[in-house]
């Protein structure tokens, strides 16, 4: 096969040849990181990566001073994935339900009203009756899950768990989320596990995003955080 060279068309370092139809052609350089794409029957050209479909946002962790972890300032994604692992906390675990809240404006407001829920619980092998709720937040586990001292059933490590919200970007009237949080204690050989589903009626970009808990004296103390943006 004949190849016919164009002559005066010389290569800088880092160009890729094609054939132009005609004579063998050179692309420029490109940059660090960008990709070689076809256009077809056109010169290739170079691009920027693809996006990533999951983004890591940033990764919290409890360290006893504070009763949340939130993260602020979000925006470009319309759904998150959030993903905890051993968040810890000093309170009894009566009203001490790990809870998600949400808030919006780059002045920031946190929406306390009008959260709506479905929670059903799984407790060392017995399924309690699943309830229907609305709240100043969503109520993402059960009431023993996190415990780290009192006594008897719901003396826990921790939680851990993963959520997807969706709908955050504002350009519809609704949020929604669903996930699991489940815990382990060796010691007393209990576990729980926690179902949950819940919408929100809000037709603002959310901003922020906050996990908690109902009993708002407690301490987080140990565990890590984890959110992502979701971009597909």
Known sequence: M???VNGSNTPTAGAVGYGDGTNLAFTSA??????????GSSAPSWVGAPASAMTLISTLTANNTSPYLQWTGLSGYDKYHLVFNNILHTGFHTSAQPNLQLGTGATLTWITSSYQFYNSCTY???TFTGFNSSGSSWIIGGQYIGQVNGSGAGYTPGI??????AGCSGTTSLQSFNGTTQTYNATTAGYEIDTSTGSLNNATAITAIRISFSDTSVTLI???????????
């Open 30 to 39: 490109g940059t660090t990181g960008q990709f070689l794409q076809s256009n």
């Open 124 to 126: 060392n092998g017995n």
């Open 2 to 4: 004949t190849i016919i």
């Open 160 to 165: 851990i768990g993963t959520i997807e919200i």
């Open 222 to 232: 140990s565990g890590t955080a984890s959110l992502y943006g979701i971009s597909s």
